[in-house]
């Protein structure tokens, strides 16, 4: 089933600041992201990668990141929102389990305690797809495995992706991004850095940082069919989400 529509309801439903919501055309476009970073991010998310995105202050963007990887899921999986995870049954198809964000509070979509501990176990029926506050891999580790939440390891060590964000002024950037090691005790590896001095961001989806690592770059074809897919997105200006939701039907289609 196409759940193409319902999906941009859930989308849109996460939409903070007013206006439309920002696509990953628009994020590239104010150098958020770039598009071979968003090529990888978009094949991760393609090969079923579950996410959680952070950042310590408010409005630094984490929020809007999220809605953008969430826009890359294949039409035929349903974002769920998540309000009790009790409630949360076996699915018939594939499902993207969404929290709006990991943090106390009485708001839709926020989870803590023990119901976020049960949200990140979802993650063995489905996607999982969230937010929380953390500028740190450990920052977050501690605030997800202390006695706050205490969700399993083994959850933990489950979510593919971790992406963190900062803010300098009107400036947001994704600062790095960390991949799962394979294994049942949370670790991660860095995939994505983002140099404040010259702007600009290294990509080793290997987990490798150094240049001259002969594995690292562009090498895997999924990430360079869907770094060329990026690309022919900005070339054609289409920056409103929905029309990049349609365009993105098409890559999965062709996957």
Known sequence: MNHLSANIHEINSLNQRGGRMLSVVDLIEAGTL???SAGYLLSEVTRGASFVCAAGPGGVGKTTLLACLLSFLPPGERIVTVTDPGDVTEPDEPECYLCHEI????YFGYLWGERAARYFALGAQGRIAATLHAD???????QLLGPSVGAAPADLAAVDLLAFMVRDG???RVSSVFEADPGDVPAFTQSIDWRADTDTFDLRPCGCLDSLCSTSGGGDPRITRATDFMQSLVDDGRSRIEDVMDALANFHAAT
């Open 34 to 36: 770039d598009v071979p």
């Open 136 to 142: 740190t891999v450990s920052e977050l580790q501690d």
């Open 170 to 172: 009107d400036q947001r």
């Open 103 to 106: 943090g106390a509070g009485g």
